[in-house]
């Protein structure tokens, strides 16, 4: 009996993927429960497995092709597989043996491919048999050393020889200096390479919020001398009882919901001439993927603890890491906090995420010179910056609700209290 593959659902307003990668081949006999291909869409990576056993006869979609849900890419011939054991029964021992002992040698070849296939995240994959390098030479940077796009590229660099050479002459003494020079051959110097899914995804969505929304960007700076004195003096207890770190952004998830419940306006949602309001807080986190941002959801967020925050926020950096994020993670959320400081920010507009009408951008804390009870003093201080929609939420909730944010970070016991 034949058994198509197909596209499975994908997960909410998800339509289409990408074939990222077929773990299996044509030939390859295949079980139940197997990874058969690697999907990647504008959100996570999914996981095709074999829903019935067999041989895999057909492969009908290759890697790099766009498929939707529903589409044929493969097939299952079961009748194959059993007819291949009936043949098997029939042969004689001493034939049926070398068949097992050269088998066992072609599993035995075939194990370092696969377990290269395996260590290293599809995108990393991609950019390695775009260049010809074998990655069993690269070394991983990710959780259980798994190797990432950014390690690839990095052995890349290193491996370039010539780069460093001046095409345009010395500039020495600044005496017969070539400033511009003839034009040269950029053959094999340029390199394009086709967008992912998820960045294509990232910037239509960009694109989309610019055009869509109202965006409008308010700033307040805030000192965060008292949470820095919080955290050095709790830290080593707080990782003790609760075995993560107290870090910045759980103080900030905490003053937003705190601010949001005083100005519900941004945690509403516009649905064509209708305000949505939202009396839940899942507040979505910001994070650095290697693909792109991507935005996990805290769900519930109102209810975490501190430490509960805390340890939400480790666990979505550890799966972004590792590739391992779901469908689940991403969806939804009511208001969402970036923190670009991590990567040295000093201040910036952050861009909404649709359909939130607020984001809260966390900048880089740096030592600087305020006017406190007339005097002049030093103090770690944090530019913040709220974007909000401007078609339903007015310039002074903006302000007030950033404020509100500045008076509970300034003074973290308020918050323990409420």
Do not use: C
């Amino acid at each position: 009996m034949k058994n198509s593959i197909t596209v499975p659902e994908l997960g909410e307003s998800v339509v289409e993927a990408r074939i990222a990668h077929w773990v299996k081949k044509e030939g390859d006999k295949i079980e139940i429960g197997d990874v058969l291909v690697e999907l990647e869409t504008e959100k996570v990576n999914v996981d095709v497995t074999a829903q019935s056993s067999g041989v895999l006869t057909k492969i009908s979609a290759q890697e790099e092709d766009t498929v939707h849900i529903g589409d044929v890419i493969g097939e299952i011939d079961g009748e194959a597989a059993s007819a291949e054991k009936a043949e098997q029964r029939t042969e004689e021992p001493g034939s049926q043996s070398q068949e097992m002992t050269s088998r066992k040698e072609e599993i035995r070849e075939q194990k370092p491919e696969v377990r290269e296939l395996e260590r290293a995240t599809p995108v990393a994959k991609r950019v390695a048999e775009e260049t010809g390098l074998n990655l069993s030479d690269v070394s991983g940077s990710g959780t259980g050393g798994r190797v990432m796009k950014h390690d690839v590229e990095t052995f890349l660099k290193t491996q370039k020889t010539g780069d460093g050479k001046k095409e345009n002459g010395e500039r020495g003494n600044g005496k017969n200096v070539t400033i511009s020079g003839p034009i040269v051959n950029r053959e094999g110097r340029e390199e394009r390479v086709k967008m992912s899914l998820r960045r294509k995804t990232i910037a239509r969505r960009m694109v989309e919020a610019q055009q869509t929304a109202a965006m409008l960007t308010t700033f307040n700076e805030i000192d965060m001398s008292r949470v820095m004195e919080l955290r050095k003096k709790n830290k080593d207890r707080f990782k003790e009882k609760h075995g993560v770190g107290l870090g910045i952004v759980s103080f900030f998830v905490k003053a937003s919901i705190t601010a949001l419940k005083e100005f519900p306006r941004l945690n509403a949602e516009l649905d064509g001439d209708e305000i949505v309001f939202k009396h839940y807080y899942d507040i979505g986190v910001a994070i650095g993927a290697e693909e792109g941002l991507v935005v996990p959801v805290l769900r519930n967020a109102d209810t975490m603890s501190f430490a509960e925050i805390e340890a939400g926020i480790k666990n979505f950096a550890e799966k972004s890491a590792n590739g391992a994020l779901t469908l689940d993670d991403l969806r939804g959320g009511t208001f969402t906090i970036t923190n670009g400081g991590v990567f040295g920010s000093l201040m910036s507009t952050p861009i909404l995420n649709p359909p939130q009408v607020g984001i809260l951008g966390l900048h880089k804390i740096a030592d600087r010179p305020i006017v406190e009870n007339g005097q002049v003093v030093v103090r770690p201080m944090m530019y913040v910056a709220l974007t909000y929609d401007h078609r339903i939420v007015d310039g002074r909730e903006s302000v007030q609700f950033l404020v509100k944010v500045k008076e509970l970070v300034e003074d973290p016991a308020s918050m323990l209290i409420e």
